[in-house]
């Protein structure tokens, strides 16, 4: 299974944000010039993500995005469930396949992808960011850079 870009840029964007300081906000402009992700696109996904209350999102002057709950509590089931347009592996309706019913591939693949799911249901937005202690220097960020504090 491969996840669309949508959640990739998502899951990198809770990242980014594990590794500031509890009460920092930074800007979508910031998380967009350190993963290189259009500005854009970026505001649909911080959008999506504090709809979903896995981000805080302040408007204006002092305004900014942080976590919107103890990365602890962030599941990666979760938020690839909330990001993912679908998570069926394949749609032998559209088009229609001529072996459709006489066929094991869809249940073998729904299988596999939900043993995916099961492995990442076992693992919080922590789990990534207590695993690498360089993650701040990878991003080329320190406390220092932050500009908005809550």
Known sequence: ???????????????????????SRVTITQVSEHFQIPRNHLIKIVHHL??????????????????????????????????????????CAAPRCPIMGGCGLQGMLFNAQEAFMRELEKYSLADITQRSSNLPQLLNWSSENARFQA
């Open 1 to 23: 299974m491969q996840l669309t870009k949508y959640t990739d840029f998502s899951l990198r964007t809770l990242i980014f944000l594990a590794v500031q300081e509890p009460e």
């Open 50 to 91: 504090g709809k979903a209350g896995f981000i805080d999102t302040v408007r204006g002057k002092g305004g900014g995005i942080r976590l919107g709950m103890p990365a602890q509590e962030i599941n990666l089931r979760a938020v690839v469930e909330t990001t993912e347009e679908t998570l069926q592996p394949v749609n």
